[in-house]
């Protein structure tokens, strides 16, 4: 449905939504501010949303889809794992570093057990990637195969995950990606093969 939404109707509320919802708590938004926000009525937002919910599930997709799409185009050529899972931690802590904002309204929006309804965490063309990625390393012997490649998955998310969301609650001025080839090494040695 929001294919039929002016292009830059929807970056108007993707940006509102990153402002408001990365400042504040879920709570003390509402529609109308989004809408506000915006500069689009009310109406428009309930008839391509309906609730703050899918609105913000709905953004959180669209942002994230542009991980996936990078991610997938870095991936291509490497054929080496520890070189696949280097650069799938690049990709992603780059982006962390450059959109701040669609970190803390992933980590402070969505409760855990509504990650589900974000429908990228379902995308086969990224969490297919991901696992591709975590597969290949466990059937070429270089990463742990004694747990599943979703537990892996795991480890990788919640490591980068709570080290990016830290680095922008504390407001460090160093990127993460400076740091890159401690974190990675950090990264490798919990998740190669003992």
């Given at each position: 449905m929001l294919g039929s939404m002016r292009g830059d109707t929807l970056n108007r509320i993707e940006k509102a939504v990153l402002e408001l919802f990365s400042t504040q708590d879920f709570y003390e938004v509402s529609l109308l501010d989004v809408a506000k926000s915006a500069n689009v009525s009310l109406q428009t937002i309930y008839k391509y949303f309906g609730s703050k919910e899918v609105l913000v599930y709905a953004m959180l997709?669209?942002?994230?889809?542009?991980?996936?799409?990078?991610?997938?185009?870095?991936?291509?050529?490497?054929?080496?794992?520890?070189?696949?899972?280097?650069?799938?931690?690049?990709?992603t802590l780059d982006y962390m570093d450059k959109h701040p904002a669609v970190m803390l309204l992933l980590f402070t929006a969505v409760p855990m057990s509504r990650l589900k309804n974000i429908r990228i965490y379902e995308s086969p063309e990224l969490m297919g990637a991901f696992l591709s990625v975590l597969?290949?390393?466990?059937?070429?012997?270089?990463?742990?195969?004694?747990?599943?490649?979703?537990?892996?998955?795991?480890?990788?998310?919640?490591?980068?995950?709570?080290?990016?969301?830290?680095?922008?609650?504390?407001?460090?001025?160093?990127?993460?990606?400076?740091?890159?080839?401690?974190?990675?090494?950090?990264?490798?040695?919990a998740m190669s093969t003992p």
């Amino acid at each position: 449905m929001l294919g039929s939404m002016r292009g830059d109707t929807l970056n108007r509320i993707e940006k509102a939504v990153l402002e408001l919802f990365s400042t504040q708590d879920f709570y003390e938004v509402s529609l109308l501010d989004v809408a506000k926000s915006a500069n689009v009525s009310l109406q428009t937002i309930y008839k391509y949303f309906g609730s703050k919910e899918v609105l913000v599930y709905a953004m959180l997709d669209i942002m994230l889809v542009r991980l996936a799409d990078r991610m997938i185009d870095h991936l291509q050529g490497i054929d080496d794992a520890r070189e696949r899972l280097r650069k799938t931690c690049w990709v992603t802590l780059d982006y962390m570093d450059k959109h701040p904002a669609v970190m803390l309204l992933l980590f402070t929006a969505v409760p855990m057990s509504r990650l589900k309804n974000i429908r990228i965490y379902e995308s086969p063309e990224l969490m297919g990637a991901f696992l591709s990625v975590l597969k290949d390393g466990q059937t070429r012997g270089v990463l742990n195969d004694r747990v599943s490649s979703k537990v892996l998955l795991d480890v990788f998310m919640g490591v980068i995950g709570r080290v990016s969301l830290m680095h922008i609650v504390r407001a460090e001025k160093i990127p993460l990606t400076d740091q890159f080839d401690d974190l990675f090494d950090i990264l490798w040695r919990a998740m190669s093969t003992p």
